[in-house]
């Protein structure tokens, strides 16, 4: 099994930054890919971005240009790190794996931007 663990979330003003982290209990060597994933209040969650075990990443078209989804298999751990931040960025973030036939998920850090 796997363990995720998020953290970096806040609150930050418009046009901040944060850093994300998502910590995994197991080598994310063999995980072929990562994603962050956001729920933002009465919306459904919705994918920002993805990694591949080689680096390829993709992001959603509304955070393109400002996000940037990376990972460190020697620390087992992802990352999104967000510049420019918007009030509509404002969401629970939430950290995603499959692993063997089952995707886990991390317990998610609170994003909240003020305008």
């Known amino acids: 099994q796997v363990q995720l663990v998020e953290s970096g979330g806040g609150l930050v003003r418009a046009g901040g930054s944060l850093r994300l982290s998502c910590a995994a209990s197991k080598t994310i060597f063999s995980i072929n890919a990562m994603a962050w994933y956001r729920q933002a209040p009465g919306k459904q969650r919705e994918l920002v971005a993805t990694i591949t075990s080689g680096g390829s990443a993709t992001y959603a078209d509304s955070v393109k240009g400002r996000f940037t989804i990376s990972r460190d298999n020697a620390k087992n751990t992802a990352y999104l790190q967000m510049n420019s931040l918007k009030p509509e960025d404002t969401a629970v973030y939430y950290c995603?794996?499959?692993?063997?036939?089952?995707?886990?998920w991390g317990q998610g850090t609170q994003v909240t931007v003020s305008s």
């Open positions: 995603n794996a499959p692993y063997i036939g089952f995707e886990y």
